[in-house]
């Protein structure tokens, strides 16, 4: 779903690329510095702050930004569409065009 919302929006500097493991490891395999995580409410960014804490112990040069989303969109989880979805709701305006339609697939 990802990579059909990148390539739908033309983001040519943008990789999708799936891994196991630590996200440290990965960032160092692909000599990645900074890590961008999105918070949408307090209990996310304590979330975050303790992995970004956590990473850091670990390479003392990752950085973690985090990004608040727009009001509109602060409140949408895949959880959230998982339970309409269970009761045959509608979901299409919560999520990317290119991904509802792979979604739509399974």
Known sequence: MIQATVKKHKLKSVKVIAFEG?????????????????????????YELQMAY???SLDSELETLCLMPSLKHGFISSSIV?????????????MPKPAYKCMRKY
Request: with cysteine; hydrophobic share 45%; aromatic share 8%.
């Open 82 to 94: 998982r339970a309409i979805l269970a009761f045959d709701g509608k979901v299409k305006h919560l």
């Open 54 to 56: 956590a990473n850091a």
């Open 22 to 46: 630590l996200l440290v490891d990965f960032c160092q395999k692909h000599h990645s510095r900074v890590i961008i995580r999105g918070v949408r409410s307090v209990k996310d960014f304590e």
